[in-house]
């Protein structure tokens, strides 16, 4: 499965942006999915998960109640609705398949793609 994130930008704090994840190639509706980021200077980090069928949900304590990560099975893309951004949040995000739902473990040959930026303005 081949992943691409898009819908970042600049955005001033307290505003929103929608990303998105398209997945091309087979079984992205078998995969438990995740939203990644990773700031400048630092290490990425895990953001928000989704287990397979969508229904199941988990967030860094930091973006829990600000952002929601959703997918569409039949248009096989994932989404993370970032809400009340805040300067801190400022990354590049990606999206990964998960091996395990409800932990931040990734595949060893996940393709992570260029991911996109978000940077919020205080």
């Known amino acids: 499965v081949q992943l691409q994130a898009c819908g970042g930008g600049l955005v001033q704090a307290g505003g929103s942006l929608r990303l998105s994840c398209a997945a091309s190639?087979?079984?992205?509706?078998?995969?438990?999915m995740g939203w990644f980021r990773q700031a400048p200077g630092k290490e990425r980090e895990f953001v928000a998960g989704?287990?397979?069928?969508?229904?199941?949900?988990y967030y860094l304590d930091s973006v829990k109640g600000r952002f929601t990560i959703s997918r569409d099975n039949a248009k096989d893309i994932l989404y993370l609705q970032m809400n009340s951004l805040r300067p801190e949040d400022t990354a590049v995000y990606y999206c990964a398949r998960l091996r395990h739902y409800g932990t931040s473990q990734t595949f060893q040959d996940e393709s992570w793609g260029q991911g996109t930026l978000v940077t919020v303005s205080s």
């Open positions: 190639g087979r079984n992205f509706n078998y995969y438990d």
């Open positions: 989704i287990n397979w069928t969508g229904e199941l949900t």
